[in-house]
């Protein structure tokens, strides 16, 4: 952690709740780092695959649980329009709980886990809150259909997406079909510690901590946009030091076991890649901007273990790695797979830094909107640090071939996406013209935010 709060600074308050007073403490990573430190799986294991997908559930069934709860408040209400909005956060998040499922089934394929007992996901803490929420949402569905105040025969056949109404229920049987997927896949995959107590397995109560430590009050989707970050946070842990262990064995000659462990490293990517989709999706401006103050003077790119650990210091040393065995002339058989997997986190990066672009885009806007942490134009920040790594990627190329960054920049679209006739000017103005009125004192730096950012740099993760 790059920053000790000051004893004798209160936190900020809004009339929202707590304004965080860094990264740290806007994601909760006191309570992730402790739930995965505090589970029998040891780093670098296969157990510590398993262990992390699961614990990532867990997260995300403590946020369907919420959801479905205030879906359900919506709908006694009869505000259709604000119970469609949480139901597209609920099948987003079901469909983040399919691709973790997905991964677990991969794990649990390999020889290890052969006779292994399968995994008791309806025994978990989180599943124990979640199957109730999912109940009294149908319940309360139910009664509405049962009442005539709905028509779900008329809906379904005579309405579309143009409709609220159909865009719920529609949201609600994507679900309903996703959970079925999700369920079976984790019950079909293997228990890394069948002698352990799932609530002890993935230290739940860590976790549970994590997701309702920072509540903001109001009809908004802080938990949700917290959670999207905390399960990437928790995986990126394993792949980052899966990718150090790789590092230290290929130095060591052992090129056959740096790829084992950087397989389990690239299990985690798509769970870790799906957490972006749910916020650019369902993430309005106007909702944006309802918890933007409560986020203080943060900035994604105050993630520690990812902006720092795994973009930046991991990805280089794996690189200059893989350099030093092409250029001494190795001729591992097993060479070709390690660089393969250099291939695969380079993608991996640059994939998530292009998704994370829509960010800023959608919920800052154009028009030198500053940032948070006082950034003089968000959009062209995010893009600057995208770009500039893509010139410094250290795999960008191997055996002496051309540089061909990966970045978004040399896009044949970009000249008229950027040009008089495309719509894109014109949204990224309306969204910074309503951020920067919205938030005359983040564009102005005044208040709060007249102060300097509090973050610094952290020292390099050197392997």
């Known amino acids: 952690m790059p920053l000790t709060p000051a004893a004798d600074r209160p936190a900020a308050h809004n009339e929202r709740g707590v304004i965080a007073e860094h990264y740290y403490a806007l994601q909760s990573l006191r309570a992730i780092e402790d739930a995965r430190s505090e589970t029998v799986a040891e780093p670098v294991t296969p157990q510590a695959l398993l262990v992390g997908l699961y614990q990532s559930a867990e997260i995300a069934l403590y946020n369907l649980t919420d959801l479905l709860d205030r879906a359900s408040g919506h709908l006694r209400a009869l505000d259709v329009e604000r119970g469609v909005a949480a139901l597209h956060w609920v099948r987003s998040f079901h469909r983040v709980l399919v691709r973790l499922s997905i991964a677990a089934l991969r794990v649990s394929g390999a020889e290890v886990w052969r006779d292994a007992p399968r995994w008791q996901v309806a025994a978990t803490p989180a599943f124990a809150e979640f199957e109730p929420a999912l109940r009294r949402f149908d319940q309360q569905l139910n009664a509405l259909a049962q009442d005539g105040r709905i028509d779900v025969d008329a809906v379904i056949a005579e309405r579309g997406l143009e409709d609220s109404w159909?865009?719920?229920?529609?949201?609600?049987?994507?679900?309903?079909?996703?959970?079925?997927?999700?369920?079976?896949?984790l019950a079909k995959s293997a228990h890394p510690a069948p002698d352990v107590a799932p609530k002890r397995l993935l230290a739940s109560d860590r976790l549970r901590h994590a997701v309702h430590e920072h509540h903001l009050t109001g009809d908004t989707y802080f938990t949700q946009f917290r959670a999207l970050h905390q399960i990437p946070e928790l995986l990126v842990r394993e792949i980052n030091d899966r990718i150090e262990a790789a590092i230290l064995n290929a130095r060591k000659g052992d090129i056959a076991t740096a790829v084992h462990v950087l397989d389990g490293a690239s299990e985690l990517f798509d769970p870790v890649e799906v957490c972006l989709p749910p916020i650019v999706d369902n993430?309005?401006?106007?909702?944006?901007?309802?918890?933007?103050e409560n986020l203080g003077l943060t900035s994604g790119s105050h993630s520690v273990s990812m902006r720092f650990h795994l973009f930046t210091d991991l990805f280089d040393q794996f690189g200059q790695e893989l350099a030093r065995l092409r250029d001494e002339g190795c001729k591992d058989p097993f060479l070709p797979l390690l660089e393969r997997h250099g291939v695969n986190v380079r993608v991996f990066i640059f994939a998530w830094r292009d998704m994370h672009l829509h960010l800023p885009r959608n919920n800052l806007g154009g028009q030198e909107t500053k940032s948070l942490t006082g950034a003089p134009d968000a959009i062209r920040t995010v893009r600057k640090m995208r770009d500039n790594a893509a010139q410094a990627d250290p795999t960008a190329h191997p055996h002496g071939t051309t540089h061909i960054p990966l970045s978004a920049t040399a896009s044949p679209l970009a000249a008229y996406l950027d040009g008089p006739h495309s719509t894109d000017g014109l949204l990224l103005a309306a969204t910074g013209a309503s951020t920067q009125t919205n938030f005359r004192d983040v564009q102005e730096r005044r208040e709060f935010f007249s102060q300097p950012c509090p973050f610094s740099k952290p020292p390099r993760r050197v392997v």
């Open 283 to 292: 993430l309005s401006t106007h909702d944006y901007h309802q918890i933007r």
């Open 166 to 185: 159909f865009g719920l229920l529609h949201c609600v049987r994507v679900a309903n079909h996703d959970a079925r997927v999700w369920s079976a896949n």
